[in-house]
């Protein structure tokens, strides 16, 4: 979106929230007429009161409050289970809009994720750490780690999203990151670990990785998963669900690490797949009403400077269309 865009956006909101508080003013009327006449601008109106009354909207907006008020944070759903309808949105929309003024606009934006982790990285943000031991952590939006750093070991936790780790040699210390699903053991390498509801990843750009189940308390594992461990190396890579380890092809290895260089690359995938991929990247909420465009495969590489950008990208070339309200929310349609 262009700064052109932003702006005409930003007027549009304020004059609709204006409009929806009151009759106007015989000199607000007249301002609000003379904005009006121009076509873009009743087009960004126009547009902006369609999808404030989509029963679509209405319906995330109304399940997001009732997690937030049940001190949930709303999860994108995987695509392959259920279409993603709404991404996490921290309060209802009459209170965003309650902060917009005619004059000096500004928009609530989303706050970091409510992780409970030592280092989290904010939606939209890509959060570079340095630990103790000099190994280096690259944390996507949405994400967070725990660390335990001890005389025998490191570990991570991952506890939310995606976390790139280039880590430094001790054979004394081996490095240890953890999810709900894996085991990872590593001395010194380079890899990324993505963690959602149904699977898991391990992608290994350089070095030496050991994977293996991880053990919950409550858990009764077989002979077979207590038993199984995979020995990854450069360019390999696994998916991990509850009772099974995959091993991913080099392609998807490869296209796995893109998000590192600030890019992401999808080959004939779903769009709601592709949205569910970029939404982390996005410092504003993410609404998705075009249940037939969601369906539509499309393939490309986006740019993670802008994602705003990539996810209208995305977005039209499975023909569908874009709005946004800087700061709040952006919504497919």
Known sequence: MTSADHTLSRHATAWFVRLDRGALSPQEQAAFDAWYQNPAHAQAFNT???????DALHTALLATE????AGETPKVPAPQKRRPSFLPFPRAMAAAFSLVALVGISFWALSPPNLDADYVAAPGELRHITLEDGSQVLLSGGSGITLAFGA??????????????????????????????AWIVVTGTAFSVSRSPETDQVHVLEGHVQ???????????TTETSKASHHLTAN?????????????????VQTGLDWIDGRLSFRNRPLGEVLATLAPYLADSLYIL????????????????????????????AGAQTKAVPGVFLVVY
């Open 152 to 181: 025998t070991e490191r570990r991570v936790s991952l506890v939310a999203g995606k976390a790139f780790f280039t880590v430094t040699p001790d054979t004394a210390r081996p490095f240890h990151v953890e999810t709900d699903k």
């Open 211 to 221: 994977v293996s189940p991880a053990m919950r308390a409550d858990a009764t594992p």
């Open 290 to 317: 075009n249940d037939d465009a969601q369906d539509k495969a499309i393939t490309g590489f986006f740019s993670l400077k802008d994602p705003e950008a990539a996810i209208q990208a995305a977005a039209q070339a």
């Open 48 to 54: 902006l009161k369609t999808l404030w009354q989509s």
């Open 236 to 252: 390999t890579g696994l998916a991990i669900s509850a009772n099974a380890f995959s091993s991913l092809p080099t392609e998807s």
């Open 66 to 69: 009732q997690h937030t008020a």
